[in-house]
C-alpha cells in the first residue's frame, strides 16, 4: 500500500464524527473546451474568428485559444455538473448557428494542417491588451512551433464549498488565516494530484494516434512511432499522445523548478522563470525592426506559458499578473489540464467523467500530503509519460519513488480510497451517481479494452480508417447532430445579446486613450 491509499485521515473521520461530511458537496465545477474549426473539406477553417459569436477578446464564455481557428467554450461554475455540461451543450448548439459550413473537430490531436504556416495565429484587435495577447502566442510559434499549440483539450476547473474550508480550518486548530489554511490545503490537494495524474490519462486518455502530417514541421519525431496504414502513426498502447513528449513539452521547462511546496514558493519560483532570460530566446530577439516576436526572451513570457496538468487559480483584474493575483488573494480554485476531448461525446465530455474528478480531487484534499522533492517530480513526470505512451500495455509497472509497482494494482487503491469520499458525495440520491461513476472506472482497471483509447484503436480497425478518417467521421457526426437539434429561441436570442455586448466592449477599449505599447509592457511586468 502507498502513503496515498491507506484508511481515511484524519480530516474525514472528523468531518464524518461531527456530521459535517455534508459539507464535501456543492464544490463548484466549470468547463473549459477548445475545439479546432475545420472546413468542409476538412482542413483548417482560414477564416476569421465568426464576428457572430462575439468578441474572442472580452466575451466571457467563447472565446480562442493559440490559433484563430482554435475555438474555446468555457462554461460558468455551478455546484451541479449537469449544469454545467448543459450550458456547454447551448454553447456548441450556439456556435453551430454561424459555422456556415465549418465544423468542430471532435478530436484533442490536429487533423487538416500542414505545417505551421497553415495555423492561422489568433486576433485580438487594436487594444494594448489585445496586441499583447497576439504577441504572446507569435512568441510560442518562435519557441515551440505553432503545431503544437493546434492541440485542443479540456480544463475541468473546481472551487471546493466554502463552509468546508470554515469547518477544515476550525476542527484542525489551524494557526493560519482562513485565505492562508484554503491556499495551502489546496496546495496539499495539487501535490496529490500530481502523485496520481497518471490515473487521468489511463481512464479517459483519448489520443492513441495521429495524423502524419502533425509532424510537417517536425519529421524528426516521426521515427519514434509505428505506422497504422499509410497517414498515420501510433503506439500500439498510447493513451494520450496529447500529454506525451509530443505535446505541451519543452527542454527548458523540462528543467524547471516550480515550487508546489506552498504558495509562497510557487509564485516565487514561477516569477523567477518569467524574469530569467534564456539564451535561445535571446537569439529570436524581441523588438526586431519594429515588430514584436515575443513578449521577452526570458524563460517564459508570461505565466500561461507553463504547461501544467493541474494549476492554482485566481480571478484577475483586467491587466493583471496571474502570480499577482494568487499573491494578493490566495488560491480561488484548481484547473484541471490533462483531459483529452473525448471523441465519442458531442460536447467532449460526460457527467460520469466529471463526478469522478470532482471525487478524486476531494480524495486528494483529504489525505495526507507530502512535500515534493525534486525527485518527486521527474518520479511524477516520468510516470505520466509513461502512461501516455504506454498506458494499456499488459504488466506496466509505475514508480512510486521506493518501489515499482503494476499499474493496475495502485490504480485500483487509488479507487477503493475514493469509496467513502462518492458514498457521501451521493447523499441521499438513490441513483448513486458518483459510486456508479466510480464503478464505470473500475471496469476499465480490469479491462483496458474498454478505455477510449482501446476503444478508438479498434474502431479505427475495425473500419479500416486512418485517424483523420475517424475524426473527421465523428466530426461530420457531431455537427449533424447539432444542426438537428437547434437552440431554442430565448436561449440563442439571449447568446446574441452576450456576442453583442462582448462587440461593443471590445471596441470601447480600443476607443479608449492607449499608452504606447512599449510602456504598456513594462508596466504589465513591473507589476509588484
Not at 2 to 25: I, M, P, S, V, W
Not at 171 to 192: A, K
Not at 461 to 487: I, M
Request: hydrophobic share 35%.
Amino acid at each position: 500500500m502507498t502513503y496515498f491509499t491507506n484508511k481515511l485521515t484524519t480530516r474525514l473521520d472528523q468531518l464524518l464524527a461531527n456530521g459535517h461530511q455534508y459539507l464535501l458537496c456543492g464544490g463548484l465545477k466549470g468547463v473549459e473546451k477548445e475545439s479546432l474549426r475545420l472546413a468542409n473539406d476538412g482542413c483548417i477553417a482560414g477564416t476569421p474568428h465568426p464576428a457572430a459569436l462575439g468578441s474572442a477578446l472580452t466575451h466571457p464564455y467563447i472565446t480562442t485559444d493559440y490559433s484563430e481557428a482554435l475555438i474555446e467554450l468555457i462554461t460558468p461554475p455551478f455546484a451541479d455538473a449537469r449544469d454545467s455540461l448543459d450550458y456547454l451543450h447551448k454553447l456548441h448548439q450556439f456556435v453551430y448557428n454561424y459555422l456556415d459550413n465549418e465544423i468542430l473537430l471532435s478530436t484533442s490531436m490536429p487533423c487538416g494542417i500542414d505545417g505551421d504556416e497553415s495555423i492561422p495565429i489568433a486576433e485580438y484587435g487594436l487594444s494594448n491588451i489585445g496586441r499583447m495577447k497576439h504577441i504572446y502566442r507569435h512568441g510560442l510559434w518562435h519557441r515551440y512551433g505553432r503545431t503544437m499549440q493546434s492541440i485542443a483539450g479540456i480544463h475541468f476547473n473546481y472551487s471546493v464549498p466554502e463552509t468546508l474550508w470554515v469547518a477544515l480550518h476550525q476542527q484542525e486548530n489551524s494557526q493560519l488565516s482562513l485565505e492562508q489554511f484554503r491556499s495551502e490545503s489546496y496546495f496539499d490537494l495539487i501535490r496529490n494530484f500530481q502523485r496520481l495524474g497518471w490515473l487521468i490519462l489511463y481512464l479517459f486518455g483519448a489520443s492513441p494516434a495521429i495524423c502524419k502530417s502533425f509532424f510537417n514541421s517536425r519529421p524528426g519525431l516521426m521515427a519514434q512511432f509505428e505506422e497504422f496504414g499509410q497517414d498515420t502513426l501510433y503506439h500500439p498502447y498510447a493513451t494520450s499522445l496529447r500529454m506525451s513528449d509530443i505535446g505541451y513539452k519543452s527542454k527548458n521547462q523540462a528543467n524547471l523548478k516550480i515550487d508546489y511546496n506552498s504558495l509562497a514558493g510557487y509564485v516565487e519560483s514561477l516569477s523567477k522563470a518569467i524574469e530569467t532570460p534564456y539564451p535561445d530566446y535571446e537569439k529570436i530577439g524581441v523588438l526586431v525592426n519594429g515588430e514584436y516576436r515575443q513578449l521577452n526572451c526570458n524563460i517564459l513570457q508570461i505565466e500561461n506559458e507553463f504547461y501544467s496538468t493541474i494549476r492554482p487559480k485566481q480571478i484577475i483584474n483586467s491587466g493583471e499578473k496571474p502570480t499577482l493575483a494568487l499573491k494578493k488573494r490566495g488560491v480561488r480554485y484548481i484547473e484541471i489540464r490533462s483531459l483529452d476531448l473525448d471523441v465519442l461525446n458531442p460536447i467532449g465530455i460526460d457527467e460520469a467523467k466529471t463526478r469522478f474528478i470532482e471525487a478524486l480531487l476531494l480524495t486528494c484534499l483529504l489525505k495526507d500530503s507530502p512535500g515534493i522533492s525534486d525527485q518527486d517530480h521527474q518520479v511524477n513526470n516520468a510516470n505520466q509519460l509513461m502512461v501516455a505512451n504506454f498506458g494499456r500495455r499488459p504488466g506496466l509497472e509505475l514508480d512510486q519513488g521506493k518501489q515499482k509497482i503494476p499499474l493496475r494494482d495502485w490504480a485500483a487503491e487509488i479507487l477503493e480510497s475514493m469509496q467513502p469520499v462518492c458514498a457521501t458525495l451521493d447523499g441521499e440520491d438513490a441513483s448513486k451517481p458518483y459510486s456508479s461513476a466510480l464503478a464505470q472506472q473500475q471496469s476499465l482497471i480490469q479491462n483496458p479494452d474498454l478505455t477510449p483509447s482501446a476503444r478508438i484503436l479498434e474502431c479505427m480497425t475495425q473500419t479500416r480508417q486512418p485517424f483523420s478518417g475517424f475524426a473527421l467521421n465523428k466530426s461530420f457526426e457531431h455537427a449533424r447532430y447539432f444542426n438537428a437539434n437547434k437552440l431554442d429561441k430565448v436561449h440563442r436570442q439571449g447568446f446574441d445579446e452576450m456576442a453583442e455586448l462582448s462587440l461593443a466592449k471590445q471596441q470601447e477599449i480600443e476607443n479608449t486613450g492607449q499608452i504606447p505599447f512599449d510602456d504598456f509592457l513594462k508596466q504589465y511586468f513591473s507589476q509588484k
